[in-house]
């Protein structure tokens, strides 16, 4: 029984929730879970309208994973705001999608950025570096500053590196020719140009199957018709227990006080109730004690 509940919840992408970190990205099965999870707790956040800063996101994505880092938030986030303030307010569908390009593809991502500065900074791919006495210490990579920003690389250049990369990555990557479509509409591109290519692209979030077009996002029929099961089973409940608290006595006062009502005690000054028998009977007893005193006589 235990592992038929349990195949259910894989199945049904309920086995990450509230699960540590190391679990929901440990397969990309779990990744799609948890990016389904996240959308189909919140979406209502979208539903409504509202717009949340980064740190509000953050503390979402950590109800469901309480050690979620911060980290791949920011990262996240630097995809929708680009060079604006990392406390600027988002829409949930932009963040929606920036996170699974950032959470999905992460590995790759990574990988992307030091191959983009390495085009940065005109490092031949085919270059070995090897370490000497002077300059065995590891090398700092240059942080993405705002001359890449602004002037990126050459974008038939950058996708030879990147169809390379897909080629021998062990972890998952989007589809070659949708990344290859990406970059054959551009000369040169900058790397928060690619990543808010990926996360807007149609192809990639159909080919990657967790979340639903943009179109799509704020409608889910299987949710919204638990919702309203639990609705009208909670009226239901609560219903008859309003109905009996109207009666007489049923959760009223007029029950509590008869419940409530002090016991009578008997007074001092009150007379003895008679217990021995009839009124008839006490008087012959009466009498006939009288009886014999004045025979005594």
Same mark, same amino acid.
């Given at each position: *029984?235990?592992?038929?509940? &349990? =195949?259910?919840?894989?199945?049904?992408?309920?086995? /990450?929730? %509230?699960?540590?970190?190391? +679990?929901?990205?440990?397969?990309?099965?779990?990744?799609?879970?948890?990016?389904?999870?996240?959308?189909?707790c919140f979406r209502t956040v979208g539903?409504?309208?509202?717009?949340?800063?980064?740190?509000?996101?953050?503390?979402?994505?950590?109800?469901?994973?309480?050690?979620?880092?911060?980290?791949?938030?920011?990262?996240?986030?630097?995809?929708?705001?680009?060079?604006?303030? *990392?406390?600027?307010?988002? &829409? =949930?569908?932009?963040?929606?999608?920036?996170?699974? /390009?950032? %959470?999905?593809?992460?590995? +790759?991502?990574?990988?992307?950025?030091?191959?983009?500065?390495?085009?940065?900074?005109?490092?031949?791919?085919?270059?070995?570096?090897?370490?000497?006495?002077?300059?065995?210490?590891?090398?700092?990579?240059?942080?993405?500053?705002?001359?890449?920003?602004?002037?990126?690389?050459?974008?038939?250049?950058?996708?030879?590196?990147?169809?390379?990369?897909?080629?021998?990555?062990?972890?998952?990557?989007?589809?070659?020719?949708?990344?290859?479509?990406?970059?054959?509409?551009?000369?040169?591109?900058?790397?928060?140009?690619?990543?808010?290519?990926?996360?807007?692209?149609?192809?990639?979030?159909?080919?990657?199957?967790?979340?639903?077009?943009?179109?799509?996002?704020?409608?889910?029929?299987?949710?919204?018709?638990?919702?309203?099961?639990?609705?009208?089973?909670?009226?239901?409940?609560?219903?008859?227990?309003?109905?009996?608290?109207?009666?007489?006595?049923?959760?009223?006062?007029?029950?509590r006080d008869k419940l409530e009502a002090?016991?009578?005690?008997?007074?001092?000054?009150?007379?003895?109730?008679?217990?021995?028998?009839?009124?008839?009977?006490?008087?012959?007893?009466?009498?006939?004690?009288?009886?014999?005193?004045?025979?005594?006589?």
């Open positions: *029984m235990r592992r038929s509940w &349990s =195949f259910n919840s894989v199945c049904q992408g309920t086995h /990450i929730l %509230f699960r540590e970190f190391s +679990f929901i990205q440990a397969t990309p099965h779990n990744r799609a879970s948890f990016l389904r999870a996240f959308w189909r539903k409504n309208g509202d717009l949340l800063t980064m740190r509000e996101y953050h503390c979402l994505l950590q109800l469901l994973c309480p050690d979620f880092p911060l980290e791949l938030t920011q990262k996240a986030a630097r995809i929708v705001l680009m060079d604006d303030a *990392m406390d600027c307010l988002m &829409s =949930f569908s932009d963040f929606l999608f920036a996170f699974q /390009i950032q %959470f999905y593809y992460s590995e +790759f991502l990574e990988s992307v950025a030091a191959i983009y500065q390495d085009l940065l900074s005109g490092k031949n791919p085919n270059t070995v570096i090897v370490p000497t006495s002077s300059s065995g210490q590891h090398r700092q990579r240059p942080a993405l500053g705002d001359a890449g920003m602004l002037d990126g690389v050459e974008a038939s250049l950058f996708y030879q590196r990147l169809e390379n990369l897909c080629d021998r990555h062990k972890y998952s990557c989007p589809p070659p020719a949708l990344v290859k479509e990406i970059l054959s509409n551009v000369q040169r591109l900058t790397f928060y140009g690619f990543l808010v290519a990926l996360s807007k692209h149609h192809g990639i979030n159909q080919a990657l199957g967790a979340l639903p077009d943009k179109g799509d996002l704020m409608h889910d029929p299987a949710m919204d018709e638990e919702l309203e099961r639990l609705v009208v089973r909670s009226r239901l409940y609560r219903t008859p227990r309003q109905q009996r608290g109207k009666e007489p006595g049923a959760f009223g006062f007029e029950g002090p016991e009578r005690v008997p007074s001092a000054l009150a007379p003895t109730p008679n217990i021995g028998g009839s009124p008839e009977s006490e008087r012959r007893v009466t009498l006939g004690r009288e009886a014999g005193r004045r025979g005594g006589h």
